[in-house]
């Protein structure tokens, strides 16, 4: 990755990180795009970034913008080798701020800035992106872009309830006590945090557990990961990386960290990537 400066203070509610990156993988192939409780919007240099559903016939989309809502299922990112771009992790907030409209019209979709009829500052980015010749005056021009679609926006905010729930459930409360701290049914809570985000509680909390897990993972032991994160046992952990990545989690490390030897074995990955 590229070292850049943080992402200022006046976007931090909208923008969770902002990642200029320069990868070599070495040969073609497929990266795994995983969930997680915020929106990614890419935006490729070099050539069109194309990024699919695994298992789904026609989910391929390519272009030189990529804008993926919340998802409970990895996605496959498509490259030659190589791939340079700028990432945003967008929150849920931020799907309004930013993009003007709840995150829930982009869940489990892949569109990009075009397609989604975004404002002018966004569409153009990735023009001027490729005008721009070095990363610092890339991320600037990101950082402009998006200040400029919050002063065109307005004030467009979550609902202050939604948002407590959605930040509850983000820290591993259960659904029910989130229900009754916000003053809710389970029902009510459940339509109006689908309504938000795309996701139901239970499916939010799921993806932010595993969120939680990945951040450890290869830095302590599967079991501890498992038993900080929330999940009843290390099985547990890794029945929900299968059903949320499509691998286990020691694959997925050996995918990230090819040239990072396990010395502890499959069940005790414990070494710093």
Do not use: N
């Not at 200040?147 to 930040?167: F, M, N, S, Y």
């Amino acid at each position: 990755m590229i070292a850049a400066p943080p992402v200022p203070r006046a976007l931090r509610p909208y923008v969770e990180a902002r990642v200029p990156y320069d990868v070599d993988f070495g040969a073609p192939g497929v990266h795994r795009g995983l969930p997680g409780t915020a929106l990614t919007l890419v935006l490729p240099l070099d050539e069109p970034l194309s990024v699919s559903w695994p298992g789904r016939d026609g989910s391929l989309h390519r272009g030189w913008s990529s804008l993926a809502g919340l998802h409970a299922a990895p996605a496959a990112i498509h490259h030659d080798g190589t791939q340079r771009g700028i990432q945003l992790a967008l929150t849920v907030a931020g799907a309004r701020a930013v993009l003007g409209r709840p995150a829930a019209e982009l869940a489990g979709s892949l569109t990009d800035l075009d397609e989604a009829a975004l404002p002018r500052s966004l569409r153009e980015l990735p023009g001027r992106l490729h005008e721009a010749p070095t990363w610092t005056q890339r991320v600037a021009l990101v950082d402009r872009a998006i200040a400029a679609t919050l002063t065109d926006a307005g004030d467009r905010p979550v609902r202050a309830e939604v948002g407590r729930a959605l930040a509850r459930l983000t820290s591993g409360a259960r659904v029910t006590a989130v229900a009754d701290e916000v003053g809710y049914s389970r029902r009510r809570l459940s339509t109006l945090v689908r309504g938000e985000c795309g996701l139901t509680p239970k499916d939010f909390q799921r993806v932010a557990r595993f969120e939680r897990a990945r951040a450890l993972l290869g830095r302590r032991p599967l079991a501890e990961v498992a038993a900080r994160c929330g999940y009843s046992d290390q099985a547990h952990l890794s029945r929900e990386w299968a059903a949320l990545a499509g691998c286990s989690p020691t694959t997925w490390l050996r995918e990230e960290f090819p040239f990072v030897q396990d010395r502890r074995g499959d069940d005790d990955p414990g070494w710093e990537p």
